[in-house]
Every structure is written in C-alpha cells, then in structure tokens.
C-alpha cells in the first residue's frame, strides 16, 4: 500500500493567491514525522515544513502552513499569497518513528503553476 | 556555510561501464543518505549512513550498487556495470543526529542525474 498519496498530479494558481496541495499517508506508528519538499526545475530538494505527530499545533514557516488532520492521516500544504517562483515540483514525505534513523518516504509529488 | 554539494551534476555513459557519484554533506552533519528519483516519482531511498556507518540498504540497491563513507565526511556511490534502468537522479542528503525531532532534517543536495545508453 502507499504510504503517501499525493492525489492532484498538477496544480494551477493565480499569483497572489492562496493554494492547498493535498497529502494523505498510511501509517500504524504513533510518532512519525511529516515534511513538505519543493523541486524546482534545477533538480534541488528545497526543505519547506515539518510537522511531528504529536505537535499539537499545525506547523507554519512564513507563506507556508500544514494543515495536519491526524485523524483522518493528512498533511495538506496551504501557500498564501502565491509567487511565480513557487512554481515547481512539491512532495509530501513521512519518516516513521519519527528518527533521523529512518529514511523518508515520498509521493509522487504535486506539479504546481502559479500564473501571473 | 555551504550546503550539500553534489559531483558530477549530470553523467552519461554506456550500458556496461562503471560510475561513481560524490557527496559532500553540510559539514558537522553525521548522518548521510542516498536516494534515487526517476521521472514522474519521488525519491526512493537507497542507503543511510551514520557516521563511517553503513546503517541501512534498501532492496532497490542491488550487488552492483555500493557506498561507502570512508571517514564520516563525504560519500560516494558506485555503480558497476550499469543498465538502462539505472538511469535517474541520484540525490544525496544529510542532517545532523539531534535531540529535537525536528532538527534532524534531511537537507538535499542538487542530485546527479544519470544517462545510460
């Protein structure tokens, strides 16, 4: 089974404003970690936000937010105030155990357009 | 500070040749991973190492995949033989072993991006 599912294979958005790319994950562990990565064009993964499982509050990190449903296992990310350089590949990823002893596992990730 | 540097950006070579794939990791960082990402996919992860440690292999590393980090800074990633089916982005990635979860973040490098003919 996935264990991150990325369900919109592309995006488009109006620069200026606000986008939610969605992500849902399949775990059976009660600490794990969930992060948001953005690809642009040049290959680089670009750390964007992280959210542990038992974190109360949703993660924020300036335009960037994690809208975290625990019970229903998803980690949507919310961009305010679209830019043309969020343009870019995003994934969702989710380490277990939530340890740097643990690889991530990815989605397929999301391709999203900001338009001007 | 510098972040985790990739060499060679880009390789091409033919079905059957060796290649080996450098990673300079984000200095102080002890943990180093290998991951391998094909069009349209996420990356897959391939190995972990903590320290000079080998600590993990996924089955996707097969006898002709082999890494080591000889002295707990930069690693590198050999291919022997290679295939058509090798050909991808190999992504490197480091963090430093802390306490606080979410410290120990994986920073990615620029990734090599491998061609076999």
């Known amino acids: 089974a996935q264990k991150i599912t990325q369900t919109q294979p592309g995006m488009f958005v109006q620069e200026k404003e606000a986008v939610t790319l969605d992500c849902t994950y399949d775990t059976s562990d009660q600490s794990y970690g969930l992060f948001w990565y953005k690809q642009p064009s040049s290959g680089e993964m670009i750390f964007l936000i992280y959210?542990?499982?038992?974190?109360?509050q949703n993660a924020t990190e300036g335009r960037y937010s994690l809208n975290f449903q625990k019970a229903r296992k998803s980690a949507n990310l919310v961009i305010s105030a679209s830019q043309l350089g969020d343009s870019a590949m995003y994934f969702c990823a989710m380490r277990e155990r939530d340890s740097g002893n643990t690889p991530l596992v990815f989605g397929k990730g999301t391709r999203l357009s900001v338009i001007a | 500070d510098t972040g985790v540097s990739q060499n060679p950006r880009h390789k091409i070579t033919k079905r059957g040749q060796n290649v080996t794939f450098r990673c300079d990791p984000i200095s102080e960082h002890n943990r180093l991973y290998w991951y391998r990402q094909t069009l349209g996919q996420g990356p897959e992860f391939l190995t972990y190492?903590?320290?000079?440690?080998?600590?993990?292999k996924s089955r996707l590393l097969s006898d002709r995949f082999s890494a080591e980090r000889p002295k707990g800074s930069f690693s590198t990633l050999e291919i022997q033989r290679t295939e058509q089916g090798d050909s991808a982005m190999y992504l490197c990635?480091?963090?430093?072993?802390?306490?606080?979860?979410?410290?120990?973040?994986?920073?990615f490098g620029p990734g090599t991006r491998l061609t076999v003919l």
């Open positions: 959210q542990g499982s038992y974190d109360e």
């Open positions: 190492f903590q320290n000079e440690a080998q600590l993990e």
């Open positions: 990635a480091s963090s430093l072993e802390r306490l606080a979860r979410q410290a120990d973040t994986q920073y």
